[in-house]
């Protein structure tokens, strides 16, 4: 028995496609780049735990989302009366409350960290040029300041006696 006859018996019996043959060392596997290669401009190792960090926010922070976002409608959909009932009024008694503006506080905070942090790591997958990537992270950053600071006046500073 020849040694190709032998390898096609292999290929066949390791569930192969039909003609092909197995990876050897004369047949390499081939090599997958890695997405962006190193420059000159590339630190070695940044010495720092930040996208582990992101990594654990994300799953932390969507638990924590799950039960405030499932809380809350919850609270004000089936044990409030429905939407219905939610008007200025409804909001005005809601945030008299401290522990409602705690509440919904923390649903506003995570939520924007959590949705800017997974932006942030699509931009860095998917934006090939650094200047690209750049603007674009300083425009979601800038969206999201500004937004957790709107959200975070309006809540604190809610005053129903204005008309």
């Known amino acids: ?5 032998a390898n096609a018996g292999t290929a066949a019996s390791e569930g192969s496609a039909e ?3 197995p990876y050897s060392v004369d047949n390499p596997a081939p090599l997958i780049s890695a997405p962006r290669a190193r420059t000159a401009k590339t630190p070695r190792s940044t010495r720092t735990n930040f996208e582990l960090y992101g990594w ?4 932390l922070s ?3 989302l799950v039960v ?13 009366g429905g939407v219905s ?6 909001v005005a008694g809601r945030w008299a409350s401290p522990f409602w503006q705690v509440w919904d506080l923390m649903m506003l905070w995570l939520a924007m960290l959590h949705g800017a942090n997974g932006l ?8 090939e040029r650094d200047g690209t990537r750049m603007w674009l992270k300083m425009l979601l950053y800038t969206a999201t300041v ?3 600071l709107l959200g975070t006046l309006v809540i604190f500073t809610f005053d129903p006696n204005i008309r």
Do not use: P
């Open 146 to 148: 500004f937004t957790v």
């Open 19 to 21: 003609g092909a043959r």
């Open 56 to 59: 654990l926010f994300m799953r």
């Open 62 to 64: 969507g638990i924590v």
């Open 1 to 5: 028995m020849s040694t190709e006859t």
């Open 68 to 80: 405030l976002v499932l809380g809350h409608l919850l609270i004000q959909l089936m044990l409030d």
């Open 85 to 90: 009932k939610i008007g200025f009024a409804f």
């Open 120 to 127: 942030r790591t699509v931009i860095n997958d998917y934006a």
